[in-house]
């Protein structure tokens, strides 16, 4: 089985980017700006924001990170978003999520510019992926593609059963898997908390992409041989973190699978990144 290394990819990933920052600082170019904002004190959120801005940094980005009360007010959120909306030196704006209760998460992630929202959460954003059009997209599910480019496993013609549909990953996820090219063409299927029979499809995937936040969920029982295991879970349990996927049992099954953690996590930051540049190139 091989081990799809989320790590190592999302460091080339790091790497390629940190290159064209650097040249585009050696020709005399401002570095392209990520504003990140963290309401309250979410402990999951605060290592995640520490993160993004470790690796901004890595990358030459000039990173600003607003921490802000939980008692902040939606009209203050508001204000900052539209000022930040205005800043020529910020390229993309990250609000951190979830927001404390009484906060409109919804209301205030369409606030963000479209040409800005690095997350791909914005509905012009979600929209144009749904069209196919370009756009920037949602950084998880864009990192599960690139790490399926990367070993190249293309799913043309392949059966892609994507467990979980939220708008964060599983809904982005099967558009890109069900739009064009060798990393898409697949025939999706969708199957979340409704589903009465999960086991019934997953037997039947080439791919099986998990993002539903259960504990090793998927056994072996549910995959046959040489199916592809991309799993997105991040569960906090008492013997550490886990993914969605039984690791060490479907090990013997799978044909290639992702660690977690190790695997779709790194490469959702690389794609932070990646989406911060592209935006930068968009609005110069
Ligand atoms: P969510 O809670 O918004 O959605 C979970 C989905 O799973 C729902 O669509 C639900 O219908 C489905 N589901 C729940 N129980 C199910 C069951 N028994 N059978 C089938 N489907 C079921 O979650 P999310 O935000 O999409 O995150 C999912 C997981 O991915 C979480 O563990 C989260 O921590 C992780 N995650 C990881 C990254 C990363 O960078 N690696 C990014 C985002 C989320």
């Not at 904002?37 to 607003?66: H, M, W």
């Not at 209760?101 to 040409?115: F, K, M, Q, W």
């Not at 049992?249 to 990144?273: E, F, H, N, Q, Y």
Request: proline residues 6%; aromatic residues 4%.
């Amino acid at each position: 089985m091989i081990i799809l290394d989320g790590k190592a990819t999302a460091k080339k990933i790091r790497a390629k980017v940190a290159e064209q920052v650097s040249g585009l600082l050696a020709e005399g170019m401002r570095a392209p700006g990520l504003a990140v904002i963290l309401v309250g004190d979410d402990p999951a959120s605060q290592v995640y924001v520490a993160n993004k801005e470790r690796a901004c940094k890595e990358a030459g980005f000039i990173s600003e990170t607003f921490r802000l009360a939980a008692s902040t007010s939606q009209a203050e959120l508001e204000a900052l978003i539209l000022k930040l909306n205005a800043r020529s030196d910020i390229d993309g704006i990250l609000l951190q999520l979830p927001l404390p209760r009484g906060l409109d998460s919804d209301y205030l992630l369409a606030l963000i510019s479209p040409e800005k929202d690095v997350d791909g959460f914005h509905p012009v954003n979600m929209g144009r992926l749904a069209l196919g059009l370009p756009g920037l997209r949602p950084c998880t599910p864009a990192g599960v593609i690139e790490l399926l480019k990367e070993y190249d496993l293309k799913t043309v013609g392949k059966h892609a059963v994507v467990v979980g549909r939220s708008n964060i990953v599983g809904k982005p996820l099967a558009m890109l898997l069900a739009g064009p090219g060798d990393f898409g063409n697949a025939t999706v299927t969708v199957c979340h908390s409704k589903t009465p029979d999960l086991s019934a499809v997953t037997r039947q995937a080439d791919f099986i992409f998990l993002a539903i936040g259960r504990p090793r969920l998927l056994g072996p029982e549910m995959v046959r041989p040489g199916t592809v295991i991309i799993d997105v879970g991040i569960n906090r349990t008492e013997q550490g973190l886990c993914g969605d996927a039984d690791f060490e049992a479907l090990c013997k099954i799978a044909s290639a699978m992702t660690p977690a953690p190790g695997g779709v996590g790194p490469m959702t930051i690389a794609m932070l990144l990646s989406n911060t540049f592209q935006a930068y190139q968009t609005r110069n």
